[in-house]
C-alpha cells in the first residue's frame, strides 16, 4: 500500500504556522528540508545527531506516544536551548499516521554543538 499522507503543522520561530502534508516514514527533518520550511539553521549536522538544531517541542499527547529516546538523542538534546519536557530531535523522529494533524514547534534559539567544538561558521 502507498505511504500515507500525514498533515503536520510548524510554527516557526516567528510564531507562523505553516501546515505540510509528509509522507509516512520521512523524518521531521526530511520533512522540513523537503517542504522548503524556512527555519534557519535547522538540521545542520543532516541527521547525523551531532548538532540540535533540529529541536522540536512537542505537543505533550503526541510526546508521550514517540519512540523511546536514545542516549544519543538525550546526550544532544541536554544541550539544545530552550529544552523542554517535551522536547525531542526532529531528525530522530519518524512521521507516522497517527501523527495526524499534530503541531510541533520550533524552539526560540538554536545552538550548533559543532561550533562550540572550534569549526566557527557564519553564514
Ligand atoms: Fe543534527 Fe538532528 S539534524 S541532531
Not at 14 to 23: E, H, I, K, L, P
Amino acid at each position: 500500500p502507498a505511504a500515507s499522507k500525514v498533515t503536520v503543522h510548524f510554527i516557526n520561530q516567528d510564531g507562523v504556522r505553516n501546515s505540510v502534508t509528509a509522507t509516512e516514514g520521512e523524518s521531521l527533518l526530511d520533512v522540513v528540508v523537503n517542504k522548503n520550511l524556512d527555519i534557519s539553521g535547522f538540521g545542520a549536522c543532516e541527521g547525523t545527531l551531532a548538532c540540535s538544531t533540529c529541536h522540536l517541542i512537542f505537543e505533550e499527547d503526541i510526546h508521550e506516544r514517540l519512540d523511546p529516546v536514545m542516549d544519543e538523542e538525550v546526550d544532544m538534546l541536554d544541550l539544545a536551548y530552550g529544552l523542554t519536557k517535551t522536547s525531542r530531535l526532529g531528525c530522530q523522529i519518524v512521521v507516522q499516521p497517527w501523527m495526524e494533524g499534530m503541531t510541533v514547534h520550533v524552539p526560540k534559539g538554536i545552538k550548533d554543538q559543532r561550533e562550540l567544538a572550534g569549526s566557527k561558521k557564519t553564514q
